[in-house]
């Protein structure tokens, strides 16, 4: 019979890349915490219409990479491709936006049919930062000194930021006439995607990497010589804040992110270690989702991080955390033994905390069991044998220093365990 695989685009995360994947997770939940911003843990499937409406009928996304199915009731439900809308969804829902802003953040896995390569899965993870009902550009200054300690936090070199703003969706509108007057006078030279996006979402094109386009689009109209006094002032003040906090970057008249609802600031960090998918971390103001969702109008910003991604330049530095080893690993020798181990070892437990203590679990001989005691990385080996239960003690042995080895008294072996080893380690 033949073995069943994972689905493509969908892969495991081995217990060896694990420790990797819970630094970034922790060291993400501890800046969170610092800055003020509280978890939300939204479901995985929602209703089709939030993404219809929230990230764009016209967004490849919604049109071709959604996992999209009717339930048994006939409701047209999708597996969340990003997470932005489900934060909105979910504060207009509970009222939390009432005269008041709320700082959100959410990790977990989003799904998108596209075709896999390096740094781009079916199953992804992602950590989204919101935040909802501020208006300003101190916010989205926030936001990105926020990402950018979470960098420092990591030990991440070698990102560089982009800014872009997109104005008003009245402003984006007098852009996009623009824009497709002058790209519909080059529409030969456009590959068949910009073709396609020409008539349903031109400033999509100018975020194509075809390196054949590289001219049409550097003389392109640009966004920014479109905006208003609001929006120009806006932008203004985040760039000073920024300057204001060392945080260098660069203002980017072609970064247009790929979702319909961005309005204002829009950015990203990049890198050159991941070859094509460069973008570890890309967000922006969306001033207007609220109203679209349903909710009272509401200012709103944020960003997603790309955990594969951040995990691969992680896995490429220094400092990589390795899988964690037990303190001790607990091997038993005998019938009445092997019966008396469990209970020790829970005993240890109780009066430890925070102590990794591996029970070595099936039959076979003492030699045996010291090879695996020794695999898996434990300082001490403690053995249980006949000789030990007559006599109430517990043999102590280092494997990882002298290779000595102590007789304990069964009464003293947490003491012993407890000055041997580094809990903080």
């Given at each position: 019979m033949k073995a069943i695989q994972a689905i493509r685009g969908?892969?495991?995360?081995?217990?060896?890349?694990?420790p990797v994947w819970r630094r970034l997770e922790d060291t993400a939940r501890d800046v969170l915490a610092g800055y003020g911003y509280h978890e939300l843990r939204p479901p995985i499937v929602e209703k089709t219409?939030?993404?219809?409406?929230?990230?764009?009928?016209?967004?490849?996304?919604?049109?071709?990479?959604?996992y999209?199915?009717?339930?048994?009731?006939?409701?047209?439900?999708?597996?969340?491709?990003?997470?932005?809308?489900?934060?909105?969804?979910?504060?207009?829902?509970?009222?939390?936006?009432?005269?008041?802003?709320?700082?959100l953040w959410h990790i977990g896995p989003m799904f998108r049919y596209e075709k896999p390569q390096k740094g781009r899965y079916r199953q992804f993870h992602q950590l989204d930062v919101e935040a909802l009902g501020f208006p300003g550009p101190d916010v989205d200054a926030e936001l990105i000194l926020?990402?950018?300690?979470?960098?420092?936090?990591?030990?991440?070199?070698?990102?560089?930021?982009?800014?872009?703003?997109?104005?008003?969706?009245?402003?984006?509108?007098?852009?996009?006439?623009?824009?497709?007057?002058?790209?519909?006078?080059h529409v030969k030279d456009l590959d068949d995607d910009s073709q396609r996006r020409l008539g349903s979402n031109p400033l999509r094109i100018l975020?194509?990497?075809n390196p054949d386009l590289r001219h049409i689009l550097e003389a392109a109209p640009r966004i920014v010589d479109c905006l208003d006094d609001d929006s120009r002032a806006h932008f203004e003040q985040l760039q000073a804040m920024l300057d204001a906090s060392d945080i260098t970057f660069l203002v980017n008249p072609r970064l247009v992110r790929g979702l319909d609802y961005y309005?204002?600031?829009?950015?990203?960090?990049?890198?050159?270690?991941?070859?094509?998918?460069?973008?570890?971390?890309?967000?922006?103001?969306y001033d207007g989702l609220v109203e679209e969702i349903g909710g009272t109008p509401?200012?709103?910003?944020?960003?997603?991080?790309?955990?594969?991604?951040?995990?691969?330049?992680?896995?490429?530095?220094?400092?990589?955390?390795?899988?964690?080893?037990?303190?001790?690993y607990l091997l038993a020798v005998g019938?009445?033994?092997?019966?008396?181990?469990?209970?020790?070892?829970?005993?240890?437990?109780?009066?430890?905390?925070?102590?990794?203590?591996l029970v070595d679990a099936g039959p076979g001989k003492f030699k045996r069991k010291m090879k695996t005691a020794d695999r898996s990385g434990a300082k001490l080996a403690l053995i249980l044998g006949e000789d030990e239960i007559r006599q109430q003690r517990i043999t102590l042995k280092d494997m990882r220093g002298d290779g000595g080895q102590v007789s304990v008294a069964r009464s003293e072996i947490a003491e012993k365990l407890q000055a041997s080893i580094d809990f903080n380690d």
């Open positions: 969908m892969k495991d995360i081995p217990p060896a890349e694990t219409e939030l993404f219809r409406r929230s990230v764009g009928e016209a967004t490849d996304i919604v049109e071709k990479e959604m999209t199915f009717a339930d048994r009731n006939g409701e047209n439900l999708s597996l969340r491709p990003e997470c932005t809308a489900s934060c909105v969804r979910a504060a207009i829902e509970h009222g939390w936006l009432r005269g008041r802003g709320q700082r926020l990402s950018a300690r979470l960098w420092r936090r990591l030990g991440l070199e070698g990102l560089r930021l982009e800014l872009n703003c997109l104005g008003s969706r009245e402003i984006q509108q007098s852009y996009r006439d623009q824009l497709v007057d002058y790209l519909s006078a975020d194509s990497k309005t204002g600031t829009v950015f990203e960090w990049i890198t050159d270690d991941l070859g094509a998918q460069g973008a570890v971390c890309g967000g922006g103001r509401a200012p709103a910003t944020g960003f997603a991080v790309g955990l594969e991604r951040i995990v691969a330049l992680m896995q490429s530095g220094e400092n990589v955390p390795a899988p964690l080893a037990p303190h001790a019938v009445e033994a092997q019966r008396a181990a469990h209970t020790l070892a829970e005993q240890l437990r109780d009066v430890l905390p925070g102590l990794c203590l």
